[in-house]
């Protein structure tokens, strides 16, 4: 249950990423593009798989206008915390040696967690932000290809 949970929570993440990326015409090739390729019954190049996954939703020009908007506002904030949270991975790298003390790494540790909490967090925000533009029957939708990866996920 727990799995699928997590599943089901990754999927919406990497789906409104994928509807964010695709209306403000940022097409990216990454683990989302790519998970909605292979959640498709005849092989399709990922951007075409996501493009037809998004277009099933059939955005209204306002909905389009509306999450291109929330990409913007959010993308700085999250760029922002992603950069701290690599240099805060980097950190930590350098001060797990020998000859560091327990708390050294210890605080470095808990500079890693709070930034991968706070990127968690400003991510989930843009999420429902976005979610909020969708009617009820295009979450639905999104459910739906969320229930079909996760069958997929379990037979493999």
Partial sequence: MKKLALLSSLFLGLAFT??????????????DVQLLAQSTETPKSAEEAVKEFIDS?????????????????????????FQELVVALNTLEQVVKPESSSNEIRV?????????????DIMFDELIAIRDELTVEQRGQINQKIRELASKKASQ
């Fill in 57 to 81: 939703l059939n955005l209204t020009d306002e909905q389009k206008t509306q999450i291109k908007t929330i990409v913007t506002d959010y993308r700085p904030e999250i760029i922002e915390t």
């Fill in 108 to 120: 470095a540790r808990d500079e890693v967690v709070h930034l991968e909490r706070k990127l968690s």
């Fill in 18 to 31: 994928s509807v964010a990326n695709f209306v403000s015409a940022e097409p990216k090739q990454n683990i």
